[in-house]
């Protein structure tokens, strides 16, 4: 899956304008709401019908998002139908529950194609050659940021971490996407990210973990806008289980690498 560098074509005069403030979470959940949709166009990649759509709001100006419409979801044998946009949302539920900037600002809103999940678009940051910037080996390091990353796929039992879905903001913030398969009652986790195989979690991410869940009750009432019920208690189950280890589970090189994993 090629990188994905998006932006909004302007003419001359617009192009020399002042780019856009960035935005607090508040702010973008806000926009996301209220916002005109203005333009979308098919990524031509990927399984799903994914489109990159133009934002238009009198107060913020114009922004990107990703949508994922219901009805361009493609069957799959593991995964009830429709139901892959409500993944996307509830993982970014789970981001917030967890106080983590790591899940771009996502909600479920009707779009040009129907009822899907809005993402707002990360502008990706180039790879500096010159200056030596190793992605691998960027990736492969252990980096608390990253170990976040680990950690959440962990939790809402992510199918689907490749490289491709690792990003580094323009401002070097790591950024996770793509979260439609997850939140399965069968252990499906297949990730890339493999550094932290057996070892003792962060105390400080323990910590998260812990706060979280003294809100279980308001936290189940979250996730059962977006799963079913043995889906929720599923995502409870297996924060208990880290909590109680307090290390990640060993993984196994023949069920846990996703397919087409760069």
């Known amino acids: 899956m090629p990188d994905l560098h998006l932006r909004i074509e302007r003419d001359e005069d617009d192009a020399k304008a002042a780019p856009a ?76 529950r967890l106080g983590w900037s790591l899940v771009p ?22 790879p500096d050659e010159e200056s030596g910037d190793d992605v691998l080996g960027f990736w492969s390091a252990q980096r608390i940021e990253i170990e976040r990353m680990v950690l959440f796929d962990h939790i809402t039992n992510n199918a689907d971490r ?52 003294q809100a279980e009750v308001e936290f189940r009432q979250e996730l059962a806008a977006d799963l079913q019920t043995d889906e929720v208690e599923e995502t409870v189950r297996r924060v208990s289980r880290l909590l109680s280890s307090g290390r990640y589970p060993r993984l196994d090189p023949r069920s846990n690498v996703p397919y087409g994993w760069w």
């Open 21 to 96: 403030p960035l935005l607090s979470e508040e702010e973008s959940l806000e926009l996301m709401e209220r916002a005109a949709i203005t333009d979308a166009k098919l990524i031509p990649w990927g399984s799903n019908y994914t489109f990159a759509v133009a934002l238009d709001d009198e107060e913020h100006g114009d922004r990107l998002a990703i949508y994922k419409p219901r009805r361009g979801e493609s069957p799959l044998w593991d995964f009830a139908s429709g139901t892959l946009y409500r993944r996307e949302h509830a993982a970014y539920r789970v981001n917030r």
């Open 105 to 126: 600002p996502t909600i479920v809103r009707d779009g040009p194609h129907g009822i899907g999940s809005l993402q707002l678009y990360v502008e990706p940051k180039e």
């Open 162 to 213: 490749k490289l491709s879905h690792c990003l580094r903001g323009v401002d070097d913030q790591v950024w996770g996407i793509d979260h439609g398969l997850t939140f399965n009652v069968e252990p499906k986790l297949r990730t890339v990210l493999w550094q932290y195989v057996d070892q003792p979690i962060s105390a400080e991410l323990l910590m998260d973990l812990g706060v979280m869940m």
